[in-house]
Antibody, heavy 123, light 107 residues
Framework: EVQLVESGGGLVQPGGSLRLSCAAS????????MSWVRQAPGKGLEWVAN????????YYVDSVKGRFTISRDNAKNSLYLQMNSLRAEDTAVYYC????????????????WGQGTMVTVSS | AIRMTQSPSSLSASTGDRVTITCRAS??????LAWYQQKPGKAPKLLIY???TLQSGVPSRFSGSGSGTDFTLTISCLQSEDFATYYC?????????FGQGTKVEIK
């Protein structure tokens, strides 16, 4: 079964850090761009970042540039999101999602999603 | 960033109704558009990509059309399991952006 399972969410104080993980199974993880998408409580979806199959290219939404770092370990079939200098507005459910299967195409429809992990930034 | 605007923001419909949701892009995106369904507490589910291609396993009552800046998601005969929030998303250019969502509620 094709599956993505996120972990690592929780309550953190403003200015703090958190590392999210996403474990992939059921498909060749190293063949896909992978993304993080978030959803603030009661709000819509916002793409956060993505990473190329070999980790050589990364893209971020402006609001997280310089604070968040996306990475992957293809040997462990895992995707990560290191979040530093967290703000209240980063409070959201964070989803990992399978992105493009084409090496030269960075963005595509997200066909597989994890169940999400909640991040709450509050004092 | 390309702005995606959905209309309406919400609608009330009955089982068996034909429902149409519109998505407009602030600039041309060719056919690089996807539609998702999201139920409360669940992850989004891909319904349609490339504006009109049905994702595997999605019922044929769902259809998509459009290109350029104007797109439509149609549910031909609304079923009870279709009551949810629907989002469009462009993947034509960085950053990928979503519409604000359309909530389909029971009349």
């Amino acid at each position: 079964e094709v599956q993505l399972v996120e972990s690592g969410g929780g309550l953190v104080q403003p200015g703090g850090s958190l590392r999210l993980s996403c474990a992939a199974s059921g498909f060749t993880f190293s063949s896909y761009w992978m993304s993080w998408v978030r959803q603030a409580p009661g709000k819509g979806l916002e793409w956060v970042a993505n990473i190329k199959q070999d980790g050589s290219e990364k893209y971020y939404v402006d609001s997280v540039k310089g604070r968040f770092t996306i990475s992957r370990d293809n040997a462990k079939n895992s995707l990560y999101l290191q979040m530093n200098s967290l703000r209240a507005e980063d409070t959201a459910v964070y989803y990992c999602a399978r992105d493009s299967a084409r090496i030269a195409v960075a963005f595509d429809a997200f066909d597989i999603w994890g169940q999400g992990t909640m991040v709450t930034v509050s004092s | 960033a390309i702005r995606m605007t959905q209309s309406p923001s919400s609608l009330s419909a009955s089982t068996g109704d034909r429902v149409t949701i519109t998505c407009r892009a602030s600039q041309g995106i060719s056919s690089y558009l996807a539609w998702y369904q999201q139920k409360p507490g669940k992850a989004p589910k891909l319904l349609i990509y490339a504006a009109s291609t049905l994702q595997s396993g999605v019922p044929s009552r769902f259809s998509g059309s459009g290109s350029g800046t104007d797109f439509t998601l149609t549910i031909s005969c609304l079923q009870s399991e279709d009551f949810a929030t629907y989002y469009c998303q462009q993947y034509y250019s960085y950053p990928p952006t979503f519409g604000q969502g359309t909530k389909v509620e029971i009349k």
